[in-house]
């Protein structure tokens, strides 16, 4: 176990629905990253957030936004669901942020259906 | 964008064999490489990382070669065992480039061990 814990472990919206998903970070890490798992694919890098802040984003749209608290556990929010959005959403923490290359810890994910 | 790929989908070997995991990458500034190993339900696991200042990195049961002129990794894993069927994802850091200590993973490669 990775100590990274993500929840709900799964979920199923409608289109057009909001959604928050939740992660806790390992105990002192102050980095997490977020990704998306298609079925088949691998991990598409969302958004990462060091220290509350946002610390690079990848090609998702502004519907997908993030925070992080001040203990550094985060959430992940999507609005307006499109079908596309079913995926496995994975969180990952480590400690450090800009240019660090510690190792990322991965959560179990949460397992969203948009029908 | 996403620059990591595969070789191969799938790969099945008989438990006891070694194994051979490939990797392409395409862009020639990345300076940190790892494997990552996922089972089914589960997040991402960390198995080796490489820096692009080395050739060929070891851990148990486990070496990462990297050949910077062809831009290609491989993953070896010796003495496969059945613990060892999952997906086998390479990816990139691509922190020198974007600022932020995040990965670009491929498709991923499954592993499938024979008894």
């Known amino acids: 176990e990775t100590g990274v814990t993500q929840s709900p472990t799964h979920l199923i919206k409608t289109r057009g629905q909001q959604v928050t998903l939740r992660c806790s970070s390992q105990?002192?890490?102050?980095?997490v990253s977020w990704y998306q798992q298609a079925l088949g694919q691998g991990p598409q890098f969302i958004f990462q957030y060091y220290r509350e802040e946002e610390n690079g984003r990848g090609n998702f749209p502004p519907r997908f936004s993030g925070l992080q608290f001040p203990n550094y556990s985060s959430e992940l929010n999507v609005n307006a669901l499109e079908l596309d959005d079913s995926a496995l959403y994975l969180c990952?923490?480590?400690?450090?942020?800009?240019?660090?290359?510690?190792?990322?810890?991965f959560g179990p994910g949460t397992r969203l259906t948009v029908l | 964008g996403e620059s990591v790929g595969l070789h191969l989908p799938t790969l099945s070997v008989q438990e006891g064999d070694n194994s051979i995991i490939n990797c392409a990458y395409s862009n020639s500034a990345s300076d940190y490489f790892i494997w990552y190993k996922q089972e089914s339900g589960k997040g991402p696991q960390f198995i080796i990382d490489?820096?692009?200042?080395?050739d060929k990195r070891q851990g148990q049961r486990v070496t990462v070669l990297l050949n910077k002129t062809v831009k290609h990794l491989s993953l070896q894993i010796a003495a496969t065992q059945p613990g060892d069927s999952a997906v086998y994802f390479c990816a990139e850091n691509m922190g020198e480039q974007t600022g932020a200590n995040n990965l670009f993973f491929g498709t991923g490669t499954r592993l499938t061990v024979i008894p």
């Open positions: 490489i820096r692009s200042n080395m």
């Open positions: 990952a923490s480590s400690l450090g942020g800009r240019r660090s290359y510690n190792e990322q810890f």
């Open positions: 105990s002192g890490h102050n980095t």
